[in-house]
T-cell receptor
């Protein structure tokens, strides 16, 4: 079955540490997204990528970095510059170039500070 | 700029009662609208989408939503709530494609639905 796989499901970060969240999709989608979810705030866009080797900042990119070396992979690194990283992180993808296409989501990674 | 407002962060209904979750949007162009459902510690699952073909949209699990341009609303309803409907629901809007493909969704802050016996 096609879908989006996020790993790990739970992740703990120590002070001053960078951590990387994995997102892999086998839907052959060109566009991929990273969202941060905090209680009562909905989903906020961190970064997105429309094609391999290209990505754009979203609304809350500070303290995060991404890469898009392969079409199916879009890892997110939470750097030590992100002072409040505790949140639920969701990866999504969408295919085609039409605005009415729904984004497909992975099951998320919950990041906590040790 | 597009935006979404979901009135009521928490809604509680009895099993078998009508479910009504409110969503109002703001968009400078005709929007495309989506409702997603999220169960605890899971990703978002698409319930239904409005793409201008019909104002009343039917989705999965017995949910439907009606697009009302005059009210800039896209409320989600279900005639009879079931215990399994307890989850968080998000309304999202997309009003233009990104240059080069894909779209950019703006999400509401979500409504937590509780279903009581």
């Amino acid at each position: 079955d096609g879908g989006i796989t996020q790993s790990p499901k739970y992740l703990f970060r120590k002070e001053g540490q960078n951590v990387t969240l994995s997102c892999e999709q086998n839907l052959n989608h060109d566009a991929m997204y990273w969202y941060r979810q905090d209680p009562g705030q909905g989903l906020r866009l961190i970064y997105y990528s429309q094609i391999v080797n290209d990505f754009q900042k979203g609304d809350i990119a500070e303290g995060y970095s991404v890469s898009r070396e392969k079409k199916e992979s879009f890892p997110l690194t939470v750097t030590s510059a992100q002072k409040n990283p505790t949140a639920f992180y969701l990866c999504a993808s969408v295919g085609g170039d039409r605005v009415n296409q729904p984004q497909h989501f992975g099951d998320g990674t919950r990041l906590s500070i040790l | 700029a597009q935006s979404v407002t979901q009135l009521g962060s928490h809604v509680s209904v009895s099993e078998g009662a009508l479910v009504l979750l409110r969503c109002n949007y703001s968009s400078s162009v005709p929007p495309y609208l989506f409702w997603y459902v999220q169960y605890p510690n899971q990703g978002l699952q698409l319930l239904l989408k409005y793409t201008s073909a019909a104002t009343l949209v039917k989705g999965i699990n017995g949910f439907e939503a009606e697009f009302k341009k005059s009210e800039t609303s896209f409320h989600l309803t279900k005639p009879s709530a079931h215990m399994s409907d307890a989850a968080e629901y998000f309304c999202a809007v997309s009003d233009r494609p990104l240059t080069g493909g894909g779209n950019k969704l703006t999400f509401g802050t979500g409504t937590q639905l509780k279903v009581e016996l």
